[in-house]
């Protein structure tokens, strides 16, 4: 009878810890900020920087159009794709992760806006309109992550 009690005693004992554990180290798994990452705010400066140079053509009086910037369009996508990917690759990034998702949506229903107009210019303050747009968002992703802790 007493090594039945004993072996109840130590399964107890034991689910105790295991519980006492998980609830110790559970918190600070899930609470676990992500880390600053020097390339995913090096992507947001570039895809930035590579929009303002789009938008700026589209806002000029000559070489306005759709067509005439589709290299620099693509350009931008494949600078977002690249925020994307490296902001995956950080623990815990949902939040940079989202806002980069939700650049290339604003990003990509601006195109296919300038793409339904592609023999002309876009219709006047449209592209400065996005600039505005975009350059706010990008600028809340770039002080976050630079918000985040370092190392």
Avoid: H
């Amino acid at each position: 009878m007493a090594i039945r009690q004993w072996r109840l005693l130590a399964g107890v004992g034991c689910a105790a810890l295991a519980l006492s554990a998980c609830q110790q180290i559970l918190p600070i798994v899930v609470a676990q900020p992500p880390k600053f990452d020097a390339a995913t705010a090096a992507d947001i400066a570039t895809a930035q920087k590579d929009a303002d140079v789009l938008f700026a053509a589209l806002s000029a009086t000559t070489g306005c159009s759709y067509a005439g910037n589709t290299a620099q369009f693509d350009l931008v996508d494949k600078d977002l794709a690249a925020l994307s990917t490296q902001a995956g690759t950080v623990p815990n990034n949902s939040f940079t992760l989202n806002g980069a998702g939700l650049l290339q949506k604003g990003f990509d229903k601006f195109r296919a806006a300038a793409a339904a107009k592609p023999a002309g210019c876009l219709p006047p303050g449209l592209a400065e309109d996005k600039k505005t747009s975009f350059d706010g968002a990008a600028a809340n992703l770039l002080a976050y992550e630079n918000a985040k802790p370092k190392g």
